[in-house]
């Protein structure tokens, strides 16, 4: 349920409200918007009722929460949360775009690539340390020693990083380096990640699992929210279908239905979307024009010798067109990009 504090209501009626929430073993998510502040209760609701707490000091309303994801939803927070690290910021108006490479692979690879797509115009950078790959036999990733490469392209150019974690026992040292920690497609319905990055306060990029619903996303990033971490995005990074043209489908319809129901911004990631470099820039200008908060694209030095994810990635020169196109789709919808 949602309680809605009136507009007068003393930090102390807050408070008691909290403390009386917790008292029925619920727990009480504040969320101070422009024109009102609310308490999400979660949990349990079965006994809420006997709490009444419509009759507290302070409370102009009590409304049940419809939909089943709950903190994320806009009913609990109109206003759209706005997800910011450095100079990468996500929401709000402000289209953040984060490249760079699949996979950490040296010093000079990370930092040339970080330098470059800076100049074209991104404010993240990418590149996983701890790969997940679908055979055990491929490359699995530089673990902590990319952690170290990107953290050495971060002070090369002030790029927020972005990188993944794939373990929950790995997000303290993940989090020592990233500026972002990237949920992949294959962890989005590991819950004991999805707690472990929840009680951190780092940024979240939690993508779509290729055969997940829009709704079971939802309900993955509430992991995160009631965990206490409220610096989440949403990524639509492709589904699994019948179709073979394309690696992935890339259902850009959830960009704008996303929208409807959640706070959350939402990126949209073109390469795996697509796995065909020839399409990225057709999509990230799509996906810039269905409403897109963010785009998060593979781009190399030399995308041939890309250890992963080679086919989908797309050269320098290639991103600063795919940005030139995306900055003018974005201002004929009056939003900034980078
Ligand atoms: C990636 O970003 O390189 C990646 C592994 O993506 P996904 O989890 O979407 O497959
Ligand atoms: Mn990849």
Redesign the pocket.
């Known amino acids: 349920m949602i309680i809605v504090m009136q507009a007068g209501a003393s930090r102390a009626d807050l408070d008691h409200v909290v403390s009386r929430v917790e008292g029925l073993g619920l727990r009480p998510h504040v969320i101070v918007g422009t024109e009102r502040t609310v308490v999400a209760v979660v949990g349990d609701e079965r006994n809420a009722a006997a709490g009444g707490m419509e009759s507290l000091p302070g409370v102009a309303s009590v409304l049940p929460i419809l939909a089943p994801y709950k903190v994320a939803s806009r009913e609990v927070q109109p206003e759209p949360t706005i997800v910011r690290s450095g100079p990468l910021v996500v929401g709000g108006g402000r289209i953040g775009v984060i490249a760079g490479p699949?996979?950490v692979e040296s010093r000079e690879q990370i930092v040339a690539t970080a330098r470059a797509v800076k100049e074209a115009g991104a404010t993240g950078l990418?590149g996983?340390a701890f790969?997940?790959r679908t055979s055990p036999y491929s490359f699995q990733g530089m673990k902590e020693k990319g952690l170290e490469l990107l953290a050495e392209a971060r002070e090369a150019t002030g790029l927020a990083v972005v990188t993944?974690v794939v373990a929950p026992e790995d997000v303290p040292l993940v989090a020592r380096y990233a500026d972002v920690l990237?949920?992949?497609?294959?962890?989005m319905q590991n819950y004991r990640l999805l707690e472990a990055v929840g009680r951190t306060q780092v940024p979240v990029l939690l993508?779509?699992g290729?055969a997940a619903t829009v709704e079971e996303l939802l309900l993955a990033a509430e992991y995160i929210l009631d965990a206490g971490n409220r610096q989440v995005m949403l990524?639509e990074?492709?589904i699994r279908t019948f179709e073979s043209h394309t690696r992935f489908t890339l259902p850009l319809a959830t960009v704008p239905w996303l929208h409807q129901r959640t706070h959350l911004p939402v990126v949209v990631?073109p390469?795996?979307g697509t796995g065909h470099a020839n399409l990225v820039e057709s999509m990230a200008a799509a996906s810039v024009a269905a409403g897109a908060d963010g785009l998060?694209v593979?781009v190399h030095p030399d995308p041939k010798a890309a250890t992963?994810?080679a086919a989908q990635t797309i050269d320098l020169p290639a991103f600063t067109r795919m940005m030139d196109v995306c900055r003018r789709v974005a201002a004929a919808l009056g939003r900034d990009i980078g």
């Open positions: 699949c996979s990418r996983g790969k997940p993944e990237q949920v992949g497609a294959r962890n993508k779509r290729p990524c990074r492709g990631d390469s795996h998060i593979e992963s994810d």
